[in-house]
């Protein structure tokens, strides 16, 4: 914990670990990170090589 955080800091940080806890909801919450890839970006991506794929496809054949 930073040095700057004064006791009642400590105490309330304290606390929310453990709601988190009893609710399970502190599976690795030092480990998670956020997704870079989400699943709208992903279509978007698709679709563009599928388009560029057609594109090429149609020039050549």
């Given at each position: 914990m930073p040095e700057s955080l004064?006791?009642?800091?400590?105490r309330i940080d304290g606390q929310?670990?453990?709601m988190a806890q009893e609710a399970k909801l502190d599976s690795?919450?030092?480990?998670?990170?956020p997704p870079r890839w989400r699943g709208s970006?992903?279509?978007v991506v698709l679709l563009i090589v599928a388009t560029l794929v057609?594109?090429?496809a149609s020039i050549l054949f």
């Open positions: 004064s006791d009642r800091d400590r929310t670990r453990d690795d919450l030092e480990s998670m990170v970006t992903v279509i057609a594109m090429l």
